[in-house]
């Protein structure tokens, strides 16, 4: 098991997506930026570190958002996801071929990894959780 923890940073109401570079596993598709968690390392610790490795960002809040595992035909990893409220910087794409910013009803789960797709549901969930409280 491969345990992999994800940063879904969030500004105006967009998250960011980084595109998987030519030559990885699962080539080509937009993922949330992350990466696999050290030994003794605490998941939020390596979504902070994976966020500036991958993105140049720092700071902000971390709040967790899910636990999911998922299976591959070549192994399965299991994903700490994050959310990022208040990353400061400008995202440059140091791991990905390219980076965007969309909002999470704008992303569709084709172009997304598998083990992706329940992180994005779980987003949108949060999401309309958050504007519904908010209206009341």
């Known amino acids: 098991m491969t345990r992999v923890a994800v940063a879904l940073?969030?500004?105006?109401g967009r998250v960011l997506l980084a595109r998987r570079p030519p030559g990885s596993h699962l080539?080509?598709?937009w993922e949330f930026p992350g990466g696999k968690i050290v030994a003794g390392e605490p998941p939020a610790?390596?979504?902070?570190?994976?966020?500036?490795?991958?993105?140049?960002?720092?700071?902000?809040?971390?709040?967790?958002?899910a636990v999911t595992?998922?299976?591959?035909p070549d192994g399965q990893i299991e994903l700490w996801a994050y959310l990022v409220i208040g990353a400061q910087g400008t995202p440059q794409p140091r791991a990905a071929t390219s980076l965007r910013w969309e909002t999470p009803a704008g992303i569709s789960e084709d172009e997304m990894p598998a083990?992706?797709?329940?992180?994005?549901?779980?987003?949108r969930g949060?999401?309309?959780?958050?504007?519904?409280t908010r209206s009341q």
């Open 115 to 123: 083990a992706n797709v329940p992180l994005l549901a779980a987003l």
């Open 69 to 72: 595992r998922h299976s591959y």
């Open 27 to 29: 080539e080509g598709f």
């Open 9 to 12: 940073v969030m500004r105006a």
């Open 126 to 132: 949060c999401l309309a959780t958050r504007a519904e």
């Open 45 to 65: 610790a390596a979504a902070r570190r994976e966020l500036l490795e991958e993105t140049g960002l720092t700071g902000g809040r971390l709040e967790q958002l």
